[in-house]
């Protein structure tokens, strides 16, 4: 698996560099060594997870907070694989409702699919429908592992594509690669993310472990704190932004509060109902 990712990065790498001027060379090599490490880090989907902790069928609701006034619901689902190009991939959604009395301030229906390979090596293809106020886009993102490209289009608009390396997602299937990960591993683990508009190392840190309640019941987490350095809309607007994420400690790994911390106040997410998820 190793030497296969690293005739992957060879190849991009040959690539990039073929594309930039001699003077760029150096800068281009530090970032190749960084995003190296991510790409072929020993978190291995196939060598340290034989079995997934998630599959078809699996349905999470949560129920969302901003401040102490309830906003809406969220779902994540996983919908049975499908064949995409080729290549049989996992089926992952995530979709958003603001509630009736949330509608009338700032109504949003979002969804967000996300495709990735069934080896949860890379991501295949990203759609994104967003409906916020008055906004609306329709987002593609297309990936290219030939030419090592990834291509952000909106409403059939398209953005010059971008160069991605080896083993790149995009952030809703980088949430699912995050749930291959081990939760007694007290460093974090990182990954190349892209949004389709510019691709950046994707870094998560483990804080602690510790029993919270939600609606669903209580469990044994993890704490852990993705970077928002690299995103965008209202995270890069945010000075002191953060995102916190608990996972269960076990091996399923099943996501039961998330918090977020912005300019526009704060937003808190807990699970309350799941199905099609084994048993601990």
């Given at each position: 698996m190793a030497r296969v990712e690293w005739k992957r990065m060879m190849r991009w790498a040959s690539t990039i560099l073929g594309r930039i001027a001699p003077g760029k060379a150096v800068r281009?090599?530090?970032?190749?060594?960084?995003?190296?490490?991510?790409?072929?880090?020993?978190?291995?989907?196939?060598?340290?997870?034989?079995?997934?902790?998630?599959?078809?069928?699996?349905?999470l609701r949560f129920e969302i907070r901003w401040s102490s006034i309830p906003a809406g619901t969220a779902e994540l689902d996983i919908l049975p694989f499908e064949t995409i190009d080729g290549v049989q991939a996992y089926h992952f959604v995530l979709s958003a409702t603001t509630n009736e009395y949330v509608d009338r301030l700032y109504k949003v229906r979002n969804r967000i699919d996300a495709y990735a390979d069934e080896g949860m090596?890379?991501?295949?293809?990203?759609?994104?429908?967003q409906r916020e106020g008055r906004s609306k886009r329709n987002v593609l993102v297309e990936f290219n592992w030939e030419s090592m490209e990834a291509q952000y289009s909106d409403a059939g608009k398209k953005r010059d594509p971008i160069l991605i390396?080896?083993?790149?997602?995009?952030?809703?299937?980088?949430?699912?690669?995050?749930?291959?990960?081990?939760?007694?591993?007290?460093?974090g683990f990182q990954r190349p993310v892209t949004d389709?508009?510019?691709?950046?190392?994707?870094?998560?840190?483990?804080?602690?472990?510790?029993?919270?309640?939600?609606?669903?019941?209580?469990?044994?987490?993890?704490?852990?704190?993705?970077?928002?350095?690299?995103?965008?809309?209202?995270?890069?607007?945010?000075?002191?932004?953060?995102?916190?994420?608990?996972?269960?400690?076990?091996?399923?790994?099943?996501?039961?509060?998330?918090?977020?911390?912005?300019?526009?106040?704060?937003?808190?997410?807990?699970?309350?109902?799941?199905?099609?998820?084994?048993?601990?």
């Open positions: 281009v090599c530090a970032l190749l060594a960084c995003w190296g490490i991510g790409a072929l880090n020993p978190m291995s989907f196939a060598a340290e997870n034989p079995v997934p902790p998630f599959g078809p069928g699996e349905k090596n890379q991501s295949i293809l990203y759609r994104k429908k390396p080896p083993g790149t997602f995009d952030i809703l299937s980088a949430f699912y690669f995050m749930r291959l990960s081990d939760p007694d591993d007290a460093v389709g508009k510019k691709s950046f190392m994707g870094k998560v840190r483990r804080i602690k472990r510790e029993t919270i309640h939600v609606p669903a019941g209580a469990f044994d987490t993890v704490l852990y704190e993705p970077d928002v350095e690299h995103l965008g809309g209202v995270f890069e607007k945010s000075p002191g932004a953060k995102i916190k994420l608990w996972l269960t400690a076990d091996h399923r790994r099943i996501p039961v509060r998330i918090a977020s911390k912005v300019i526009v106040g704060s937003f808190v997410g807990e699970l309350v109902s799941m199905k099609g998820v084994s048993q601990p």
